[in-house]
């Protein structure tokens, strides 16, 4: 439908069109177009429809009548509001408007303000229909849409949202006006941890997207979304919010990090065991000597470790990343023999303290790569190497605390606030050189989100150093004692 004021006058006499054009135009906000007769004025109907058509009923040729039936009939000009005018006996000629499809009627002659009061009428009515109509059009999109939609107000208010988006988010059937953030908080944690805040401040442009994540449970693996933000022109500063599942993704890029990780540093050892070995056995001339064949037992034994561990790997691929709708069932084992494994890939035996209590840890692959990668870090850009790394276990607010501390050089609080984000690593020198991608990190902070943990970082200028704080949820952590009643109970 043309833009609102446009109407469309059909009357053969000139005069009338004269006179209805300038009381119009006096009104204001109008655009006139006029027809001679029906059939003209049918066709113009037909290839603009207007928002409002002022129809004569006696006219040469086709009728007023006649013209109103034929715009009732086409799909077109169904919905576009008629006024009949006619100087007829006044009773019949109006039900025989309304039969043939008026929306409204008026004698000639009519006064001024009779006429401007019912064409304001009609032009508003059928604003409001048009826009009744663009909203259920709008709310059947929404119903039948296979992602989650959410549609909420410049306050961040719930206006109305997809049986997807509620059936995920947990929204009432009947809620409306409640908190979009703090309905969706309840299960989910954004990322950055600022992205409602600044979805309110109206610090995102529109089109701008973030992620929301569903930390894993003892009953669901994690999910992650996709969340874009589309302002809504016409409905008063509304946003529309789609949610796209990306766990998929994440799952995969998550798969990839930590495979190559656990192959990177499981197999180094063993590989290095290896390669001196044979090296000398082929410069060696006393094969037969008991030197070498302890050389070659000590060869097997590395063989059979590489064997092992490959073996290990591929059974924490299969188990973690299985395509499965539930979290997979955790092995457990102490924390102080991951610890220690991840050190001793990081070059760090018998450098790290842990101190606190005796606990196992659930997924002690995800966790040991997690130890590794900061562990590695720590190796390369502290004092680790001479002063060691502390390691103190402690229950916070219902989760678990692990902070490692390591002295060295300290950061500004930018430069820590920019930890842990994608291709964040630092520069050492001048000249752009880069240690890395700068993924390792965030694919660090990423596996542990996913099982409802959380990697932060802070420095105090009184103590030189950098603190990684590991958060573990407290499904993930037993005590000594627990895990002993558990296991005689099963």
């Known amino acids: 439908m043309s833009a609102p ?8 006499d000139r005069a009338m069109r004269l006179r209805l054009r300038d009381l119009l135009q006096r009104e204001g906000g109008y655009t006139i177009h006029e027809a001679t007769d029906g059939a003209a004025g049918l066709a113009a109907a037909l290839a603009a429809p207007p928002d409002l058509i002022l129809l004569d009923i006696m006219m040469p040729g086709m009728t007023g009548y006649e013209v109103c039936a034929a715009l009732r009939a086409d799909a ?20 025989t408007a309304l039969e043939a499809g008026a929306d ?40 039948h849409s296979l992602e989650p939609l959410v549609v909420a107000d410049n306050r961040g208010a719930l206006v109305c949202a997809n049986e997807r988006a509620r059936a995920l988010f947990g929204f009432a059937p009947d809620e409306s006006g409640g908190d979009v953030a703090t309905v969706i908080g309840r299960y989910f944690r954004s990322e950055p941890v600022d992205a409602w805040v600044a979805w309110r401040e109206l610090r ?19 999910r992650w979304f996709e969340v874009e933000l589309h302002s809504l022109d016409g409905h008063h500063g509304q946003t529309l919010l789609k949610f796209t599942n990306r766990t998929g993704a994440v ?28 090296n000398f056995l082929e410069a060696s001339e006393a094969c037969a000597s008991g030197e070498m064949r302890d050389l070659l037992r000590h060869a097997r034994d590395s063989a059979e470790r590489l064997e092992g561990t490959l073996l290990a790997v591929l059974r924490h691929h299969a188990a973690v990343f299985a395509p499965t709708s539930a979290a997979p069932a955790p092995t457990w084992k102490p924390l102080t023999e991951v610890m220690a494994a991840a050190a001793d890939d990081a070059g760090l035996r018998d450098r790290v303290t842990v101190r606190g209590p005796t606990v196992r840890v659930a997924h002690p692959e ?29 229950a916070v607010d219902g989760r678990w605390q692990l902070r490692l501390f390591a002295r060295g050089p300290g950061l500004p ?34 596996l542990l989100r996913s099982m409802g943990g959380d990697l932060n970082f802070t420095s105090d200028p009184a103590t030189p150093g950098l603190a990684s704080v590991l958060l573990l949820p407290a499904h993930a ?14």
């Open 5 to 12: 004021g446009n109407v469309l006058l059909v009357d053969d």
């Open 477 to 490: 952590v037993k005590s000594a004692t627990d895990h002993a009643r558990e296991s005689s109970a099963s």
């Open 76 to 95: 077109r000009t169904r919905e576009v509001p008629v006024i009949v005018l006619s100087a007829a006996d006044e009773s019949e000629a109006m039900v």
């Open 104 to 143: 409204d009627f008026l004698s000639k002659p009519f006064s001024a303000p009779e006429l401007r009061a019912k064409v304001r009428t009609i032009t508003r009515l059928n604003r409001f229909r048009a826009l009744a109509g663009e909203r259920d059009r709008f709310r059947w999109l929404l119903d």
């Open 366 to 394: 995800t966790i040991e790569v997690a130890l590794g990668e900061l562990l590695d870090n720590y190796a390369k850009f502290s004092d680790a190497g001479q002063g060691g790394v502390e390691a103190t276990l402690s």
């Open 251 to 278: 799952r995969r890029e998550l798969e990839t990090f930590t495979f190559q990780h656990l192959i990177s540093h499981k197999i180094r050892t063993p590989l290095n065991g290896l390669a001196p070995i044979f």
């Open 204 to 222: 995102l442009p529109d089109g701008a997207a973030f992620s929301i994540f569903q930390p894993e449970t003892p009953q669901m693996a994690a």
């Open 413 to 446: 609080p930018d430069v820590v606030a920019r930890l842990g984000q994608p291709y964040g690593q630092l520069e050492r020198k001048f000249s752009g050189e880069i240690p890395g991608m700068g993924l390792g990190l965030a694919t660090v902070r990423l």
